[in-house]
């Protein structure tokens, strides 16, 4: 089992930044790649970006690419989302998820979750 939390959410403008931490306990988080999903109201839970095992591999939605970019720290225990440039169709909850592999890009591919986290973009 692999417990997720998630963190960093909250009210930004339109242009600005925000950072969201996946701490993960349970089984050595270096076991599995990690991938963030978002959720608007009203709509299905979508891909964001995914990372290897290992950090040398990255995937990313095009809506994202060039804004977001997702790391982690295996040390820690600890997966990352650096959001810049955020607009407001960036608004969701934002959910953190543990899986076999990285260039999995469905929700229902991934194994574990976190709770999500909100973050909302004003204009």
């Known amino acids: 089992q692999v417990q997720l939390v998630e963190s960093g959410g909250g009210l930004v403008q339109a242009g600005g930044s925000l950072r969201l931490s996946c701490a993960a306990s349970?089984?050595?988080?270096?076991?599995?790649?990690l991938g963030w999903f978002r959720q608007a109201p009203g709509k299905e839970r979508e891909f964001v970006a995914t990372?290897?095992?290992?950090?040398?591999?990255?995937s990313y939605a095009d809506s994202v690419k060039g804004r977001f970019t997702i790391s982690r720290d295996n040390a820690k225990n600890t997966g990352f989302l650096q959001m810049n440039s955020l607009k407001p169709e960036d608004t969701a909850v934002y959910y953190c998820?543990?899986?076999?592999?990285?260039?999995?890009?469905?929700?229902?591919?991934?194994?574990?979750w976190g709770q999500g986290t909100q973050v909302t973009v004003s204009s």
């Open positions: 990372i290897s095992r290992s950090g040398r591999s990255t």
């Open positions: 349970g089984r050595i988080v270096r076991a599995y790649a």
């Open positions: 998820a543990a899986g076999a592999s990285y260039t999995n890009t469905y929700y229902y591919e991934y194994d574990y």
